[in-house]
């Protein structure tokens, strides 16, 4: 399984980044997808995440300012970002939730993955 992100880059402050990832491999489901961040000398942090049914949740710095989507179909996530600020620089992670099959006899393993990261600067 692997998790292939794109999208980051360089913004203006009060401008907008699409971030998208997509997941690939041997998948049975995905149960949720999402995205954390990570600043340098800082924690990783939610910025959103989004169940196959579409429940989103965001992290209370991107809340009313970033939306979540997902297409179950293409398993890839989006992260659309608007009114960004140069607090919003970090190296953003895509995750996956997943059962994936595992063996060549068929077994599945429900497993989290990760993505390489992205970089989104925000200038101000």
């Known amino acids: 399984v692997q998790l292939q992100a794109s999208g980051g880059g360089l913004a203006q402050s009060g401008g907008s980044l699409r971030l998208s990832c997509a997941a690939s491999?041997?998948?049975?489901?995905?149960?949720?997808m999402g995205w954390y961040r990570q600043a340098p000398g800082k924690q990783r942090d939610l910025v959103a995440s989004?169940?196959?049914?579409?429940?989103?949740k965001y992290g209370d710095s991107t809340k009313g300012r970033f939306t979540i989507s997902m297409n179950n179909a293409r398993k890839t996530v989006y992260l659309q970002m608007n009114s960004l600020n140069p607090e919003d620089t970090a190296v953003y992670y895509c995750?996956?939730?997943?059962?994936?099959?595992?063996?060549?006899?068929?077994?599945?393993?429900?497993?989290?993955?990760w993505g390489q990261g992205t970089q989104v600067t925000v200038s101000s």
């Open positions: 995750y996956a939730d997943l059962m994936a099959v595992t063996t060549s006899l068929g077994d599945m393993t429900e497993d989290e993955y």
């Open positions: 491999g041997p998948i049975f489901t995905v149960n949720s």
């Open positions: 989004i169940t196959e049914s579409g429940k989103a």
